[in-house]
């Protein structure tokens, strides 16, 4: 380390040079009290290469392998979904950090927690862990001034050692005891990449990764089978699951990817049983995403649960055991662990009356005032909701990709949904119980963030598009199936031209998530 001392404007400077790498140096600035008036990292230009080479290495195999199989005359969107999903998660798993995310620090000690619960470790609420790992946390999650280059590819690069070094076992920097509600099911995958870890001695930095590795993979293999099962709109959930914001989400440690597979799951499965109403292992199957949807974020997708009415046929003996079996598994999730199991811990969403801040009790209590702050919400959010929800912001808070490619994604998904031909046709009753969720999740959704919301406030603050993505399914299949195409085709030029325009869409689907990709390299990689 080179230290140079220096004076300007009549104060005396300490210039602090250290080499950290072949081509990289840090440099520190100190003024006589020893405060550091800035911090610099050059870039370090050989991980970055490094970087740019993998994620480019990703983004060729796809492209080639949708160059090979797009001339088909028959294209599977199932095939394009996989040659899509599988290097596009990768990516965003090698882009983005895992505390690029504001409140990511809450949920990964959260579900660090429940690692120390599995473990047998201090009891039901302990917030405990490896020295080695608060240490890290700390740092990288809660660290400001105090090493604010921590959130750099460098620090996960220079920390990637396999083995913990201190495994002696101290409090954690923080301890979040509203997130004690939430039940293990919000974090299964995260929870079990920290379990392993722990239990084979792994390192902070691989313990972390080997939980988001284990997360993208449930979210791969979900959102996979979600669009397999499916007779309805494979196109929108192929979009839906491929839109930048909900590949960020997939190997995050938020609630949020385990929320968006379940409530994908369970539309696309009760699609299913509504096609094959007499096939018990769908039925199974719903009742099982059900009691999912029930078990994570507090139950508060279970707004989805009316999609059940569709279920409705002649065969009515049929159509009661679906709905009620279905219902019930959903009910009793969230009985169980939202009442049963939380041990006193109530949902801090509600809010509590007398700190400065609403409650979501001011929705009954005042209810035309509460639909005023609604609609003053969706007006004046309706462009971030929108581009939100698809991933123009990244991280939820740093403008990252373009708008357009937004739009264009979005209405890919639109033009596609048009041309496919789906396997059975919903009845216009069928559309109106799915507006009828809709018009449930608009109104309900801000009365969660009542909490987050200052009294006397004319709107609902916090409001974020990814809240909405598990119902984009429904608002697309109502805007798009109104007339579905379910005539088989009789003549080669008419299954010609729709296999020519799906070509075209998988096709421009990959360039735009390509171009996503470059916006992301060029902010992150750059800086």
């Known amino acids: 380390m080179l230290a140079v001392l220096f004076s300007r404007g009549g104060g005396k400077y300490i210039v602090y040079i250290s080499n950290i790498g072949n081509e990289d140096l840090a440099v520190s600035v100190l003024g006589e009290d020893n405060h550091v008036l800035n911090v610099q990292l050059n870039k370090i230009t050989w991980l970055g290469r490094k970087i740019a080479i993998m994620c480019l290495i990703l983004l060729g195999i796809h492209l080639v392998l949708i160059k090979i199989f797009s001339p088909k005359k028959e294209i599977d969107i199932v095939m394009f979904f996989l040659f899509s999903i599988i290097p596009f998660s990768i990516i965003y798993l090698i882009l983005i950090l895992p505390w690029s995310v504001p409140d990511s620090g809450t949920h990964f000690l959260t579900a660090y927690r429940f690692s120390n619960l599995l473990l047998g470790n201090g009891g039901a609420r302990a917030w405990t862990g490896r020295a080695d790992d608060v240490a890290f946390i700390a740092n990288a999650w809660y660290g400001g001034n105090a090493n604010p280059n921590i959130h750099g590819y460098v620090d996960v690069a220079k920390n990637c050692k396999l083995f913990v070094e201190n495994a002696i076992t101290i409090d954690l920097p923080f301890q979040f005891e509203e997130m004690e509600f939430y039940s293990i099911i919000n974090y299964l995958p995260q929870v079990t990449g920290i379990l392993i870890g722990r239990i084979f001695g792994l390192s902070t930095v691989f313990s972390i990764y080997l939980a988001r590795v284990l997360t993208m993979c449930f979210y791969i293999y979900f959102s996979y089978h979600a669009v397999k099962v499916t007779p309805i709109g494979k196109s929108i959930f192929v979009i839906i699951s491929l839109l930048p914001m909900s590949l960020m989400m997939s190997s995050s440690f938020s609630y949020d990817s385990m929320a968006l597979i379940s409530s994908l799951n369970f539309v696309a499965c009760t699609l299913s049983l509504y096609q094959e109403k007499r096939a018990k292992r ?71 009356e007398g700190n400065g801040k609403m409650s979501a009790l001011f929705a009954f209590h005042e209810p035309l005032k509460y639909l005023q702050m609604c609609i003053g919400s969706y007006l004046e959010y309706l462009d971030g909701l929108v581009f939100g929800l698809g991933g123009s912001y990244l991280s939820w808070i740093e403008a990252t990709i373009p708008n357009t490619i937004i739009v264009g994604l979005l209405l890919i998904m639109g033009i596609y949904s048009s041309y496919e031909m789906d396997e059975i046709k919903l009845r216009n009753k069928d559309k109106m119980v799915f507006v009828f969720i809709i018009f449930l999740a608009l109104l309900s959704t801000p009365m969660m963030l009542l909490s987050f919301t200052d009294q006397g406030s004319s709107v609902v603050r916090g409001l974020q598009g990814r809240y909405y993505l598990p119902i984009l399914v429904l608002v697309m299949l109502v805007l798009t199936k109104f007339d579905l195409h379910t005539c088989h085709n009789t003549y080669d030029g008419k299954v010609c031209l729709l296999n020519d325009i799906k070509r075209k869409c998988f096709i421009g689907c990959s360039v735009l998530n390509c171009l996503a990709v470059y916006y992301m390299m060029r902010l992150y990689l750059e800086r």
Do not use: H
């Open 282 to 352: 769908r039925l199974l199957e719903s009742m099982f995403w059900a009691f999912m949807v029930g078990a994570v974020k507090g139950g508060g997708y279970l707004i989805l649960l009316p999609i059940v009415f569709i279920l409705v046929s002649k065969d009515k003996r049929t159509s009661r055991v679906n709905i009620i079996s279905v219902v019930c598994s959903g009910l009793i999730s969230v009985f169980l662990f939202d009442v049963v199991l939380t041990g006193g811990s109530k949902l801090f969403q509600f809010g509590i």
